[in-house]
């Protein structure tokens, strides 16, 4: 029974944390932030000039998806470079935008 009762919870906790990334990829300059760091690791300069989003406002985004622990970053110098925690998330991203062509191109559905 207590098996039973760690399984449940550790189920839930796996939807409550899928849920919590998802509602982080929600935000277009968040996602944009994702998109471009799934090509290879970046700066806020060339992040904000990625996205079109003001400097301040990628800041911002990218302690959000730091915190969450979706992006590392590491010191080169005085910039702070950023990249993604782990491929999963590059092929979440990659996928949700598949996802988007298939919508707007009306492409058949496929596996």
């Given at each position: ?24 990829l929600a935000d277009r ?48 110098g005085r910039r702070v ?10 092929r979440l991203v990659d ?17």
């Amino acid at each position: 029974m207590a098996d039973a009762h760690r399984s449940q919870q550790r189920a839930e906790a796996r939807l409550d944390v899928a849920v919590s990334v998802l509602s982080l990829l929600a935000d277009r300059t968040r996602l944009a932030l994702l998109e471009r760091l799934g090509r290879g690791e970046a700066d806020v300069t060339t992040l904000t000039e990625a996205t079109g989003a003001a400097r301040p406002s990628v800041s911002q985004h990218l302690a959000k998806l730091r915190l969450a622990g979706l992006v590392a970053t590491r010191k080169d110098g005085r910039r702070v470079v950023y990249s993604l925690r782990h491929g999963h998330l590059r092929r979440l991203v990659d996928e949700a935008l598949n996802v988007a062509d298939h919508q707007i191109g009306h492409l058949p559905p496929h596996d």
